[in-house]
């Protein structure tokens, strides 16, 4: 039955796709409906059975929780939700520092956040970085612990925080940090910017490695300098297991540009997207969307203000070397003008090479959700916007297939907010046909979590993958690709 219902749905947007741009319907039903309020989504897909996972932060009368639910059909029907936080005082709606989501293998599920530590005299909260995890695909989950591992201290900000898979059964998290100290590698030297004018100090990028998807951790490194300290840090997975992330760096005469750099199974120096020169002094509130193609490229959007037109880009990174040497690709605009308000994205690449982008402004300058398809080799993109979509923020895509896409977004009216989802289906569907990532198999019934609770010994052996695949990389840390023990 749940079968027949995506082959329905795929079709009707099969044809509704014809045209050459892509099209987005609204969808009937989101697992955060009936809830008193509803922001913040993120999106992840279960690496071996398909499904759709999303998280989102809601109130169900009681305060603000985290909640989790899982689609078998690409998104047209969803599990009940489950809370992720049990209690209220851990997290709030914040669109540039909202949970993540990360799937790994054996049901294994993390959500990564920052927690509010309130501290007098400071202008803003100080700020933990918090992890939550499930061993049996999202049915129950692990009480949350503390991820930053300077608790003794005065309390400092930790926030704006990115998380992913890494190797077979490692995970990743990064996140802008106050901590004083010298990054232990990578260091933009600090000072280079000391003489700029800026209503902001730099933030220190901070990892954290965990062998055993998050049981237990490395100690905390700090790695790169000179980042905005309040523009997102944002992390993916390639094919091969390793991890890149991409954030807004401060360069001298306060320029904010966009940088990218590999975060696993080894660090290298970040290297700017595009020289777009963009003066500010201060940090813009703005970070990029990042995806890993199958063929490792870096997709990213970002969003810039330089010489006197603001707008959302979007660009490839083949590497960093080749970004270092000037050949990376150069920006599409995906929606840009003088009178933009500050436009968010998100990227995902497509199987089949080009990608997909979501935004949350129209080029009128009106605010709304609205998505393109990036095909290879671009010169030009082509918004649509999404039906009933006005006041969305903060976008988030995911590939379902090859020619579709699940688009979740924060829908701002009046004193309320509420979790909005959209399909895409893209123009050109060549690929309709292709079967979707769902596995037929486990679509034999409704939408479920769960099923036999897994070890912390056994989950690994359960994924299937082999041990130590991409682990051999030179220079890289071992632990976080060698299987869980």
């Not at 270092?324 to 497509?350: F, M, N, Q």
């Amino acid at each position: 039955m749940v079968a027949m219902r995506l082959l329905a749905v795929g079709a009707l947007l099969a044809l509704a796709g014809c045209g050459g741009r892509p099209d987005a319907r609204p969808l009937d039903r989101s697992p955060a409906a009936g809830q008193a309020a509803s922001a913040d989504p993120s999106l992840a897909a279960d690496p071996e059975r398909g499904d759709v996972l999303m998280s989102w932060v809601g109130d169900d009368g009681g305060g603000w929780r985290i909640w989790f639910a899982r689609s078998s059909d690409g998104g047209a029907t969803w599990s009940p939700a489950v809370r992720v936080t049990p209690d209220t005082g851990e997290v709030k709606p914040h669109g540039e520092a909202s949970p993540r989501l990360v799937a790994g293998p054996g049901g294994r599920l993390a959500v990564v956040w920052p927690r509010d530590v309130p501290v007098a005299g400071r202008k803003w909260p100080a700020s933990a970085i918090r992890l939550a995890r499930s061993l049996d695909g999202g049915r129950t989950w692990l009480p949350p612990v503390t991820v930053n591992d300077d608790t003794t201290g005065a309390p400092v900000g930790h926030n704006f925080q990115g998380a992913a898979w890494a190797g077979d059964s490692g995970l990743v998290a990064a996140w802008l940090d106050e901590r004083s100290g010298r990054p232990l590698a990578h260091h933009h030297d600090a000072t280079a910017t000391a003489g700029d004018r800026t209503n902001e100090a730099d933030a220190t990028v901070f990892l954290a490695s965990s062998p055993d998807f998050g049981r237990t951790w490395a100690a905390n490194r700090a790695v790169w300098g000179g980042a905005c300290p309040c523009c997102r840090i944002t992390m993916a997975r390639g094919r091969d297991g390793g991890v890149a992330a991409a954030w807004r760096g401060h360069f001298p005469g306060n320029v904010r540009d966009v940088v990218t750099a590999a975060v696993a199974p080894r660090t290298d120096s970040p290297v700017r997207v595009h020289d777009d020169g963009w003066v500010y002094p201060g940090c813009p509130h703005n970070g990029p969307g990042l995806s890993l193609g199958a063929d490792g490229r870096r997709h990213v959007v970002w969003y810039t203000a330089a010489n006197g037109k603001t707008g959302l880009y979007y660009a490839v990174v083949t590497g960093a070397a080749d970004a270092a040497a000037g050949s990376g690709s150069e920006p599409v605009p995906l929606v840009e003008g003088t009178r933009l308000p500050p436009v968010h994205g998100a990227v995902a690449a497509l199987p089949r090479g080009g990608a997909i982008a979501a935004m949350d402004a129209l080029s009128d300058g009106s605010r709304a959700t609205a998505v393109a398809h990036l095909p290879r080799g671009t010169r030009r993109a082509r918004p649509v916007g999404v039906p009933g979509s006005a006041g969305g923020l903060y976008p988030q895509i995911l590939t379902v297939s090859d020619s579709t896409a699940l688009v979740a977004y924060t829908l701002e009216h009046g004193d309320g907010r509420e979790v909005r989802l959209a399909g895409v289906t893209l123009g050109d569907h060549s690929s309709s046909r292709a079967a979707p990532k769902t596995r037929p198999e486990r679509m034999a019934g409704a939408a479920t979590i769960g099923g036999t609770r897994p070890t912390e010994g056994t989950a690994a052996r359960q994924a299937g993958a082999p041990k130590g695949r991409v682990g051999t990389r030179r220079g890289g840390d071992p632990a976080l690709f060698a299987g869980a023990p």
